[in-house]
């Protein structure tokens, strides 16, 4: 089976700060990731996905980039909506979901 | 507007059997593969089952294979989740998510539905 670890699992932002967050796949799914960002109490929502693609209605400060095994998300400048937990997920085999990074206020 | 709107989660004792059910409005139900994937409390999220819209084949993680058994009826547009012999580990949150055109994403989640396993 395929694993998916992310990191960190919680990270500390101000408004309008970079953020990144890492996905590392256990073995190769070359651009089959996508990312989704969760409120407390909701359904995730998608984000990107294939790496790198933006879904419809999705603010441009999301991005996401790699292949192969690493992946990155980046918010370029936090917003106060953005406080929340992300998700990256690998379809090449099945689908499996990293464990979350909280972002969280500092 | 496609809608996901899950169904049938209770409290159950250990041991028992629980069916949960997802009716799709808004797109067209039988050309999509259809998962489950479950927030236990306080947890992540993880796949629990997924079938193909085309040829109804059927996926399982190794957490829920052998006792779990999804379905759908094309006619009715709904996905079900047959949930036997449940444990305590089983509680959770359920959505029922929709694959991507191209099976590249979920695209649409519904609001969940929740399964608790006690005694």
């Known amino acids: 089976d395929i694993q998916m670890t992310q990191s960190p699992s919680t990270l500390s932002a101000s408004v309008g700060d970079r953020v990144t967050i890492t996905c590392r796949a256990s073995q190769s799914i070359s651009s089959w990731l996508a990312w989704y960002q969760q409120k407390p109490g909701k359904a995730p929502k998608l984000l990107i996905y294939?790496?790198?693609s933006l879904e419809s209605g999705v603010p441009s400060r999301f991005s996401g980039s790699g292949s192969g095994t690493e992946f990155t998300l980046t918010i370029s400048s936090l917003q106060p909506d953005d406080f929340a937990t992300y998700y990256c997920q690998q379809y090449n085999t099945y689908w499996t979901f990293g464990q979350g990074t909280k972002v969280e206020i500092k | 507007e496609v809608q996901l709107l899950e169904s049938g989660g209770d409290l159950v004792q250990p041991g028992g059997s629980l069916r949960l059910s997802c009716a799709a409005s808004g797109f067209i139900f039988s050309s999509y593969a259809m998962i489950w994937v479950r927030q236990a409390p306080g947890k992540g999220l993880e796949w629990v089952s997924g079938i193909s819209g085309s040829d109804g084949s059927t996926y399982y993680s190794d957490s829920v294979k052998g006792r779990f058994t999804i379905s759908r009826d094309n006619s009715k547009n709904t996905l079900y989740l047959q949930m036997n012999s449940l444990r305590a580990e089983d509680t959770a949150v359920y959505y029922c998510?929709?694959?991507?055109?191209?099976?590249?994403?979920?695209?649409?989640w519904g609001q969940g539905t929740l399964v608790t396993v006690s005694s």
């Open positions: 998510a929709k694959d991507g055109s191209d099976g590249d994403r979920l695209d649409y």
């Open positions: 294939k790496a790198s």
